[in-house]
């Protein structure tokens, strides 16, 4: 960004599963699958088809979904105000991207992309992920691993997103249940004196550390602040 945003969205989980994506809660999970199997890189070393399997059936599930209003209202607000909005979010999934966001950070990773353990770089990924796949950059074959922030991995984009929570004005918190990274975001905003919003669909216990609260469904709640908003005075 030309210049640092004066807006900052933290998005987490809620927002996706009210687009009926929500691809790590505990009911969704393949049978005889723990949670614990999928988001570590020791479940990776110890069955990698396993892990391949529920990655390519997440992808796929994504790709049949598509963003709900509140992405759409988030990225009509970017588009209103040029280069004063930044959205980071902690889903892997493109629904920012597809509403029509612009400047978007993913601090877990994206699933419709690649990484290759050898040359590190990242490929974009539509289709089914394997073992036996090639990296289409370096080429070598058998070192590709779904592009997800596993239990343990620090989160992504970190050097751009706290430079961005030390100057903003605003900070809003859309779907995010109040753990980690999202705590450590709403505490450096209010340091930089910014006022806090959260939208969830119900209390969180961060909720009393925001200056405003707003708890009702996102599709509802965060087109009809962005209206406001775009709106004015």
């Not at 479940?43 to 790709?63: D, K, T």
């Not at 975001?185 to 910014?194: C, D, V, Y």
């Amino acid at each position: 960004m030309a210049q640092p945003p004066k807006i900052v969205v933290f998005t987490g989980p809620g927002l996706s599963r009210e687009a009926g994506f929500a691809p790590f809660d505990p009911a969704a999970m393949p049978p005889g699958v723990a949670l614990e199997d999928v988001v570590t890189r020791d479940g990776f070393a110890r069955a990698p088809e396993r892990v391949f399997a529920f990655y390519n059936q997440r992808r796929r599930a994504l790709q049949a979904a598509a963003p709900n209003l509140a992405h759409e209202a988030l990225a009509a607000f970017d588009l209103s105000r040029p280069g004063e909005v930044l959205i980071v979010t902690r889903n892997i999934d493109d629904f920012h991207e597809r509403a029509g966001a612009r400047a978007v950070i993913h601090t877990h990773g994206e699933l419709l992309t690649a990484r290759c353990t050898i040359c590190m770089k990242v490929s974009d990924w539509f289709g089914d992920l394997s073992a036996l796949d090639d990296c289409p950059i370096c080429g070598n074959n058998g070192h590709l691993r779904p592009n997800v922030v596993w239990v343990g991995e620090d989160p992504l984009g970190l050097a751009l997103v706290y430079p961005a929570l030390a100057t903003c004005e605003r900070f809003l918190s859309v779907g995010d249940g109040g753990g980690e990274p999202g705590r450590s975001f709403l505490a450096e905003a209010r340091r930089a004196g910014a006022r806090t919003t959260e939208f969830a669909a119900a209390p969180t216990p961060v909720s009393p550390e925001f200056d405003e609260h707003i708890h009702a469904p996102l599709g509802q709640s965060v087109p009809a602040w962005v209206k406001r908003e775009i709106a004015g005075p």
